[in-house]
Each structure stands twice: as C-alpha cells, then as structure tokens.
C-alpha cells in the first residue's frame, strides 16, 4: 500500500509537469493561452452520484490541482458542489462557468459526467433547448457508461418536445424506454410519450 501510494505521487508530479511543458510550449509558439495554467490531475477520487447528482460514494484519495496562476488548490468535489448550488440558486451564468471548468480540469473523474449532465440542466431551466440539448448528447458521447445517460437521454427526448419537434422527441423517449426500461427515466419517458399523444 505504501509503495503504491509513493508510486502514484510520482506519476501525480510526472503527469502535472508534462502538462505544465506542454502548456508553455503551446504559449511559446503562439496558441491559445489557457484561462489558468494547470496541472494535470491523476484520476484519484473515484465516486459515483445518485439520480439528483448528489455524491453518495467515495473511493479512493482526495482529488487536487494547483493551478500555477493562482498557486491554489482546486478540490473537484468543492467545485463540483458550487457549480451545483449555483445552478440550484439560479446564478446560472456562474454554474456554466464553474461545470465548464470543472470537465475541462477534471475529464477522467466520475464526476464528469455529472458536470455535463447538470451543465445541460442549467440550460433547460432557462428554456434554451438548443444548447440542452447539445450539453445532454455529450454525456452520452464522452461518458457512454455514466449514470447519468438515461437521465440525459431523457432530457433531449423532452428539449425537443419543447422544441415542438415531436418526431425526435419521441425517438429519444422510446430510446430511454427500450434501453433502460427499469429505471426512473423510463417512468417519465414513459409519461412524456402519453402526454405527447393527448
């Protein structure tokens, strides 16, 4: 256990230098300067959320980047967590900044698809389906084995019924029912298809 603990600190360093490099090389020849020069975190805290996108496990060890800008530490679950009560409290333009950056520092950890998930959410509250939907696809594009795909699926079956475009509507409806029928987003799949129908 021990040696493994040593061993991923290394890889921990390796990985945040190499992206560090890379990072300033990208500046060196002109690219696109990053919002904040980061590490690169080694998937570490794995967990998993219930259907409200609450944490309910926790493996592994606590998950952090410096970010060499500020020279803070950046917890996922605290970011993750902030991204989440702003979008709950209605400061969504602030919850899109913070699940944007949360993916975009945190792509491997099981959170990520929740960040996605919630991020599409916080565009549906505001009735702009066009992006919800967008942000729901990718849930099930980059993570095709997240928790949250039958609740995304849900979710673009139901942005196009607002949409008034029935036909995908229904398409994405029947999807969650044949792909997931035992869960929670078949119920309402289920109901948003006889609502349609009426």
């Keep these: 256990d021990e040696l493994g603990k040593i061993t991923s600190g290394i890889e921990y360093r ?16 002109g690219k696109s300067i990053p919002d904040t020069l980061e590490g690169t975190v ?25 970010t060499l800008e500020t020279d803070t530490l950046v917890n996922p679950q605290e ?5 989440f009560d702003e979008s709950s409290s209605g400061d969504y333009d602030q919850a899109i900044k913070d699940f944007r950056r949360f993916v975009k520092r945190f792509p491997s950890h099981n959170y990520a ?3 996605l998930y919630w991020l599409g959410e916080t ?11 967008i942000e729901f696809k990718k849930v099930s594009e980059e993570y095709p084995n997240g928790n949250k ?26 999807m969650v029912l044949e ?3 035992f869960s929670n987003a078949a119920r309402k799949a289920d109901l948003g298809l006889k609502e349609m129908k009426k």
């Design 179 to 181: 792909m997931y029928p």
């Design 42 to 66: 080694k998937e570490g805290a794995e967990q998993s959320g219930d259907a409200a996108g609450q944490p309910n496990v926790v493996r592994g060890k606590l998950e952090v980047t410096t």
């Design 123 to 133: 565009y549906y509250s505001q009735k702009k389906f066009p992006m919800a939907i």
């Design 149 to 174: 795909v039958p609740d995304a699926m849900l979710k673009i079956g139901l942005s196009y019924a607002n949409l008034r475009d029935f036909k995908n509507a229904e398409d994405y409806l029947q």
């Design 14 to 29: 390796v990985n945040e230098s190499n992206q560090a490099i890379r990072e300033l090389q990208e500046i060196r020849l």
């Design 113 to 115: 698809d929740n960040a």
């Design 79 to 83: 970011l993750y967590r902030k991204a």
